[in-house]
């Protein structure tokens, strides 16, 4: 087996984003704008992260604490 083959070394495949980290994303990017809402930034927690109303409402909050 060379180094070269994939048997050697399993090509790792990056994990896709968690629902935390692209709300994370969301939050800062829409944050940074003025005369941005909270029902706006949770509207776009459920289109873009997959989230449910009370979860992107949670996550909302979750992230606001940690970000201050």
Not at 19 to 46: C, G, H, N, P
């Amino acid at each position: 087996v060379t180094a070269d083959s994939p048997a050697a070394k399993p090509e790792k495949k990056p994990k896709p984003p968690t629902k935390m980290e692209i709300a994370s994303s969301i939050y800062l990017r829409m944050s940074a704008q003025k005369d941005m809402t909270r029902k706006q930034i949770v509207e776009q927690f459920v289109a873009e992260a997959k989230l449910s109303a009370a979860g992107a409402s949670t996550y909302y909050q979750l992230i606001k604490a940690k970000l201050g």
